[in-house]
């Protein structure tokens, strides 16, 4: 291929703008690194804020060495499973609403947004109250990826394909109610007299006394969400330009959506289904890191992941240093933070979707 | 050599044939010209070539038949630009136009010296390169254009089609997406392009299909195909059909009347 | 109004004694009311021990549950009734007896309508219990039986009181982390029991959340639980089968006292001193060991 072109822009063609690529590259290294650096500093902090007063260098002995009973009960039992579910759950928000968001080509999509958390939360309690977990555990995680799984597929076909960003937020509000609205009342159905306090729990989250049996039964479940999500990176690409291109371009439509959905599902389920409904992590965050990878959908994958955890590991360092002893939800953190963040989204975004 | 076999080819939506019995052959070295007016089957007859909707009818690249072709097989035998221009993601032009590599790149791979120079070389052809860092959604519609024909350039295949590449485009740019089309056909390549601008596709094609109500109903030179009763029967139109400065010339100046209709359902009196 | 606030804000000190001694005036000029309804658990209870046969017409349905109530045998006897103002008024009654955290809108509506209510606040303290026993008495009309009443709950109280071993820390655990620290009836039922309540000690006051890890870093030597309320699953009982908290239970004593001793003051709240009492036995023998 030669020039053909009308008028020659001289000096534009110059071979010396071949380096810009690998500019782009250095830039996405160092924002990966940097995230990486804030997700270890803030998990290290995560382990040292909690309303029992344990001196740094007892607390790092008690974690390596187990030694100092009751401290290391707490380091190890208590402020380890929550700094390890913030990350992991935070590292699950993030990559699905980054994949989300490519999968639907929209800034707006988000598990929370959307009514994926919302349904998981209501699997989630249907496996807890009915006592079906208590006999067989993996119910809990399970039940929350089939709430998952129905939103999504709900969501996608009121919403999917040419759908604008209206209809999508209209087919989120409509699940994420319904899904509110069943979960309540299967609390309030429940002979329990505690059961309908919980129902805060689940519709903001939080990461207060898990444990690491809650860390062994959402890891597996993340894990093979996390892998088929990173895994969509070369299909989000090709989808910037529109779904007949990307299928043109060698996309398998179905497949891809089989990943994006089972993969959301699985991560969020699992995520859900210890921590409650943590609402706005997968929108706030892509939408920062965008700009800093050229907008590029695969690499905004990573980046938000971590750019999730940091963010959940923050948040709940924030919730136990501004109210120690009141036990504020995460959710009402990030809510307040996200919500703002999504109306101004949504009004830069309304005359795409007017 | 034929790198294009279509044969009673059709189909549209699920229980509706926009297409109907298309049969044509595309051969190296040619520039096909699309054209027909609004809704009569066009694009349609692009995206069930390609796959892309629900078609009955055989359809081969070159020796294999196109149901026995994986998508990412088929992505390195032809390239696709549709009419919508829409990006989704503020994505630099540079960026953008490398995603043209990628079917040719082995999952998890990076971007070789020659996918770059590729994509320097589709970007210079289609005058883009002083926009490589812009972002796609900050462009003007013409200039966006040239950046998405840019990227099926990149993609580097036998065959391009293109859904009516030239709107937008100012005139010189215009001319130079066509002198390109022409130059990749001469080269070896083929090409098949939704016009509606009866003067671009009379002097740059080397072959033109007319598509009407579904069905083709004309295929040959600009010369064979475009005269005055078959612009006033298809289009309803009175054109001027000469030569000037060496090549065919087509020139609409007025509405002609009643439409010929193909499809016996569409009935169109202009001056009614 | 104001009055009325500082009033509640003191509650169970000297001056709800004095209260309780002019209601009591107030109850001797008047008769004795004869059909009588309480819509408040703890109230329920009172009237249930000190009123007349007869003289009491409804009691709420809490009071029918046997995790609740500590006479949810006898309230079979009475009309149940769930604090509807409606419901209320249909029952005629010449007073209703009501507790401060009944539902304000309801109390007020039926003083709208008429009706002598009279409120009591929750005990917090023994001293506590003894001017609501002696107020009920006056208000019923059956002051001897009130006086009875606190006679034998001071003699068992006593007797309690003498079992318990001092020195030992003791953490009240309830369901999602609450403990009660100081000004609560269940701090003065660990103190009288002869154990340091662990909230009191930390500076609590009411009752409040005590965060897993203070729980598990103040390591208490008995810990107090009030048992299941309910088979039915809820997040609540997580925290009872978290990993540290079972590691503690295996270090602590463990003293479940059954919630219906300590919701309500009444005179059957010695049974609970009574039962950490022994509790406290028990760690001191641990400790001797």
Same mark, same amino acid.
């Given at each position: ?8 822009? +001289? ?91 490519? !999968? ?52 996608? &076909? ?54 690491? $049996?809650?860390? /062994? ?46 993969? =959301? ?53 924030? $919730? ?35 | ?46 995206? &069930?070539?390609?796959?892309? =909707? ?17 998508? +990412? ?44 120079? /590729? ?96 069905? /083709? ?17 298809? !289009? ?37 | ?12 000190? #000297? ?27 703890? =109230? ?33 006897? !009475? ?29 007020? /509506? ?55 071993? =001092? ?6 655990? !309830? ?43 103040? &390591? ?44 309500? #003051? ?24």
């Amino acid at each position: 291929m030669t020039a053909a072109s009308p008028k020659a822009r +001289s000096g534009s063609a110059a071979p010396t703008e071949l380096a810009s690529p690998s500019s782009e590259t250095a830039r996405y290294r160092l924002v990966l690194a940097v995230l990486t650096l804030s997700v270890l500093l803030l998990f290290i902090a995560s382990l040292f804020v909690g309303p029992a007063a344990i001196g740094f260098w007892d607390s790092i002995n008690a974690l390596l060495t187990g030694q100092g009973e009751a401290a290391a009960l707490v380091m190890r039992e208590i402020r380890l499973p929550r700094a390890l579910l913030g990350a992991m759950i935070g590292a699950t928000l993030g990559l699905s609403g980054a994949a989300l968001q490519g !999968y639907l080509r929209n800034p707006l999509a988000e598990p929370g947004l959307l009514g994926v958390t919302g349904a998981a939360s209501f699997g989630a309690v249907i496996a807890i109250y009915t006592g079906l977990s208590a006999l067989f555990p993996l119910a809990l995680p399970l039940l929350a990826l089939a709430g998952a799984v129905a939103a999504v597929l709900v969501v996608q &076909a009121l919403a999917g394909g040419h759908g604008g960003s209206l209809t999508l937020i209209l087919a989120g509000v409509a699940v994420s109610s319904l899904a509110a609205a069943l979960t309540a009342l299967a609390l309030n159905l429940s002979p329990n007299p505690f059961a309908a306090l919980e129902i805060v729990f689940w519709l903001l989250g939080s990461l207060t006394d898990r444990s690491m $049996v809650h860390v /062994m039964l959402a890891a597996p479940f993340m894990l093979i969400g996390w892998a088929l999500l990173a895994g969509l990176g070369r299909s989000l690409d090709l989808l910037t330009l529109g779904r007949d291109v990307a299928a043109s371009m060698g996309v398998q439509m179905k497949r891809v959506q089989a990943q994006a959905v089972l993969g =959301t599902a699985s991560s969020v389920g699992a995520a859900t289904a210890v921590a409650g409904a943590i609402g706005f992590v997968g929108l706030v965050v892509p939408h920062i890191l965008r700009p800093l990878v050229g907008a590029k959908p695969s690499r905004l994958l990573l980046t938000s992941a971590l750019g999730g955890a940091a963010m959940i590991l923050a948040a709940d360092i924030a $919730v136990r240093l501004i109210a120690p002893a009141k036990d504020l939800k995460l959710g009402v953190l990030t809510a307040i933070v996200g919500a703002p963040f999504f109306l101004w989204l949504v009004f830069k975004t309304r005359r795409a979707m007017l | 050599m034929t790198l294009l076999h279509v044969r009673n080819l059709c189909g549209g939506f699920a229980g509706q044939d926009i297409v109907q019995d298309a049969s044509f052959d595309l051969a190296m070295g040619e520039f096909v010209g699309l054209i027909g007016p609004n809704g009569a089957g066009k694009s349609t007859l692009l995206r &069930a070539v390609l796959g892309l =909707t629900p078609c009955r009818g055989t359809v081969c690249f070159g020796e294999d038949d196109a149901k026995r072709l994986s998508r +990412s097989a088929l992505s390195r035998r032809v390239a696709y630009v549709p009419q919508e221009r829409d990006v989704a993601w503020a994505v630099p032009v540079e960026m953008l136009v490398g995603l043209g590599r990628i079917p040719h790149r082995p999952v998890f791979s990076a971007e070789t010296v020659s996918d770059r120079a /590729m994509v320097e070389c589709a970007m210079a052809v289609m005058d883009v390169i002083h926009l490589r860092h812009r972002h796609a959604t900050e462009l003007s519609g013409g200039e966006r254009a040239r950046v998405l024909i840019a990227r099926a350039l990149a993609q580097d295949t036998p065959l391009l089609f293109a859904d009516e590449p030239t709107a937008g485009l100012d005139p010189a740019h215009q001319i130079a997406l066509m002198e390109t089309f022409a130059r990749l056909a001469s080269e070896g390549r083929g090409v098949l392009a939704c016009l509606h601008d009866l003067w671009l596709a009379a002097r740059w094609c080397s072959r033109i299909i007319v598509i009407d109500g579904g069905k /083709m109903i004309a295929d040959g030179t600009p010369a064979e195909v475009l005269t005055f009763d078959r612009l006033a029967a298809v !289009y309803g139109i009175k054109a001027h059909v000469g030569e000037v400065d060496g090549g065919l010339s087509v020139l609409p100046t007025a509405l002609s009347g009643m439409r010929h209709d193909p499809g016996g359902s569409v009935q169109v009196n202009w001056k009614a | 109004m104001k009055r009325a606030r500082a009033l509640r804000r003191s509650s169970g000190s #000297g001056l709800l004694a004095g209260l309780a001694i002019l209601a009591g005036l107030a109850g001797a000029l008047a008769d004795a009311p004869k059909r009588v309804v309480s819509m408040n658990l703890c =109230t329920d209870q009172l009237a249930m021990l000190i009123a007349a046969p007869g003289q009491l017409y409804s009691v709420s349905h809490l009071a029918h549950q046997p995790q609740s109530s500590v006479l949810a045998e006898k309230a079979a006897l !009475y009309t149940v009734n769930h604090g509807l103002a409606e419901e209320i008024f249909l029952m005629k009654p010449d007073l209703v007896i009501a507790g401060t955290f009944t539902t304000r809108a309801t109390v007020e /509506m039926l003083r709208r309508l008429g009706f002598r209510v009279e409120e009591f606040a929750p005990s917090s303290s023994f001293d506590g219990i003894r001017g609501n026993v002696r107020r009920m008495g006056a208000l019923l009309g059956r002051e001897e039986r009130a006086e009875a009443l606190i006679a034998e709950m001071d003699e068992a109280l006593a007797d309690a009181e003498a079992q318990g071993v =001092t020195g030992a820390i003791a953490a009240l655990n !309830y369901t999602n982390n609450f403990t009660s620290g100081r000004g609560t009836l269940a701090d003065d039922i660990v103190t009288r029991s002869g154990l340091e309540n662990l909230g009191a000690k930390l500076g609590l006051e009411g009752t409040v959340k005590l965060p897993l890890e203070v729980l598990i870093v103040s &390591a208490p030597d008995v810990l107090i639980g009030r048992g299941r309320w309910s088979k039915a699953p809820a997040l609540a009982y997580e925290d009872f089968s978290h990993p540290a908290m079972r590691a503690l239970n295996a270090e602590a004593v463990a003293a479940a006292v059954p919630g219906k001793y300590m919701i309500c #003051g009444a005179p059957f709240t010695v049974e609970a001193v009574r039962i950490l009492a022994e509790a406290a036995a028990r760690a001191g023998d641990r400790g001797a060991q």
